[in-house]
C-alpha cells in the first residue's frame, strides 16, 4: 500500500447525547472555531439518550459556516433510501455543498429489531446497502428524465420522481470491517470509515486496505477514488505507547498512516476539550507537515 495523495482532513465526533440538548452542537462549533475539517455524528436511532441524527446534523449545519458534516454511519437497516437521499441532497443544497453522506449496514441487530428493524444476515444487509446506494445515487440523477425504477432483494421503487440533485458531487462513506462490505467499499463507495489502533490494528486496516483496493480495481476503479477515515482514540501524555504520548509522538506515529496505508482524513473519536483543543493545536499542523515534507522527498507532491 501507499500514499494515495490525498489532502490530510481531520474530523471531530461528537457524541449526540440528548442532555444536555445542545452538547454535540456546541461540540462541533468548537470543532469549527479549532479549525477541524469536519464533524461526524453516529447514529444509533434505538439509544433512548440520543438526538436524532438527521436532524441534529441539519441543526449543525445551520449554525456552522465552514466545517462539513457527515453522517458516521446512518443506520440503513431502520431508513428508507428514498428519504435518505432527499434528506442528503436538502441537507447538501441548504448548507452549500457541507455535507457528505456515511451509511452503514447496521450491527446491533438486538437493538435494531427492539425498535421494529429486521434482523438480517450478514449478506443480506451488505446486499440491502448496495442495493440502498443505487436507489440514492438514482434518486439524485434529477437530470435524467426517465423516472427511477428499481428492483432488488430488500429495497425496490417504480416510476419514482427523480431529485433533488446535491449541490456538488456528494460523497458516500461506508463503515466496513468484513470482507464483504469491504468489497462493498471498493465496488461503490466514495469513502471508507473504519478504526485504527482500538478495534482495528494497523495490520489488520492495511488487510482491509488491500481487500478494497481489489475489489476496486475488479471493477475498473482507482483505488485512489476512495478515501480512508481512520477513527482515533488517544490521550497526551508520556507513554511510547500508540497516541498516548506527546504531539510529537503522535505526529511520528500517524505519519505512516497516511505515507504507506493511504489514510486521508483522521477522526478524534473523544469528547474530551482539552484533548480536541490541543490536537488541533499541535497534531494537525505538525501532520500536515510532516506529511508535505515526505511528499516532496519521496517525489509524490
Do not use: C
Not at 68 to 94: E, G, H, Q, Y
Not at 257 to 267: A, K, N, P, Q, Y
Request: glycine share 8%; proline share 6%; aromatic share 8%.
Amino acid at each position: 500500500m501507499t500514499d494515495l495523495g490525498h489532502h490530510l482532513e481531520f474530523a471531530s465526533f461528537p457524541e449526540p447525547k440528548s442532555t444536555p440538548p445542545t452538547y454535540a452542537l456546541d461540540r462541533a462549533m468548537q470543532s469549527e472555531r479549532w479549525g477541524y475539517d469536519l464533524v461526524a455524528i453516529q447514529d444509533h436511532p434505538y439509544q433512548g439518550g440520543y438526538l436524532d441524527t438527521i436532524t441534529l446534523m441539519s441543526w449543525v449545519a445551520a449554525k456552522t459556516d465552514r466545517i462539513r458534516v457527515v453522517s458516521n454511519v446512518l443506520n440503513m437497516a431502520l431508513r428508507s433510501p428514498v428519504i435518505v437521499a432527499k434528506t442528503a441532497a436538502t441537507l447538501d443544497l441548504l448548507s452549500d455543498g457541507r455535507f457528505e453522506l456515511g451509511l452503514g449496514a447496521g450491527f446491533f441487530w438486538d437493538a435494531i429489531e427492539s425498535v421494529g428493524g429486521r434482523r438480517l444476515k450478514p449478506a443480506q444487509a451488505t446486499t440491502a446497502l448496495e442495493e440502498a446506494i443505487d436507489i440514492i445515487r438514482g434518486a439524485w440523477n434529477a437530470h435524467d428524465p426517465a423516472p427511477l425504477d428499481y428492483s432488488g432483494a430488500t429495497h425496490s421503487v417504480a416510476g419514482m420522481q427523480r431529485g433533488p440533485s446535491p449541490s456538488h458531487p456528494l460523497p458516500i462513506w461506508i463503515g466496513a470491517l468484513k470482507p464483504r462490505m469491504l468489497g462493498l467499499v471498493g465496488r461503490k463507495a466514495d469513502g471508507w470509515t473504519a478504526s485504527l489502533g482500538q478495534n482495528q490494528s494497523r495490520s489488520e486496516w492495511q488487510a482491509a486496505t488491500r481487500l478494497i483496493d481489489e475489489a476496486a480495481t475488479e471493477v475498473g476503479r482507482a483505488p485512489a477514488e476512495i478515501r480512508r477515515m481512520a477513527a482515533i482514540v488517544g490521550a497526551f501524555g508520556s507513554s511510547s505507547s500508540f497516541l498516548e504520548g506527546s504531539p510529537a509522538q503522535w505526529v511520528d506515529q500517524l505519519l505512516p498512516s497516511v505515507i504507506e496505508d493511504g489514510v486521508g482524513t483522521f477522526l478524534l473519536a473523544t469528547d474530551d476539550r482539552p484533548t480536541l483543543e490541543r490536537f488541533a493545536a499541535e497534531v494537525i499542523p505538525g501532520l500536515r507537515l510532516a506529511v508535505d515534507h515526505e511528499r516532496r522527498r519521496t517525489g509524490s507532491k
